[in-house]
Nanobody, 115 residues
Framework: QVQFVEFGGGLVQPGGSLRVSCVASGTIFSIYTMGWYRQAPGKQRELVASITNNGNANYADFVKGRFTISRDNVQKTVYLQMNSLKPEDTAVYYC?????????WGKGTLVTVSS
């Protein structure tokens, strides 16, 4: 059974940092382009960052310079390091695995940025 499970969400103060992780099981992780998406209350899900199987990363403009996506194909894990967090970064963060038009989603982890 293919699964992607997110970890690491929580409450952080504005200006703080947090790292979320997504661990794969039941599949060969290295074949996927991995992405982090987020969905804030009342808003549509949006792409935050993505990384190809050979490590090429892309970022949404609203996180450039603050967030870093990385992957460890041996550990079957993709990370999102989030720095300089803002209240508007509050959302459920989801990982997505994509290959040949087929995608898998995790169930998400909640990140709350608040003082």
């Amino acid at each position: 059974q293919v699964q992607f499970v997110e970890f690491g969400g929580g409450l952080v103060q504005p200006g703080g940092s947090l790292r979320v992780s997504c661990v794969a099981s039941g599949t060969i992780f290295s074949i996927y382009t991995m992405g982090w998406y987020r969905q804030a209350p009342g808003k549509q899900r949006e792409l935050v960052a993505s990384i190809t199987n050979n490590g090429n990363a892309n970022y949404a403009d609203f996180v450039k310079g603050r967030f870093t996506i990385s992957r460890d194909n041996v550990q079957k894990t993709v990370y999102l390091q989030m720095n300089s967090l803002k209240p508007e970064d509050t959302a459920v963060y989801y990982c997505n695995a994509l290959r040949d038009g087929t995608g898998f989603w995790g169930k998400g982890t909640l990140v709350t940025v608040s003082s």
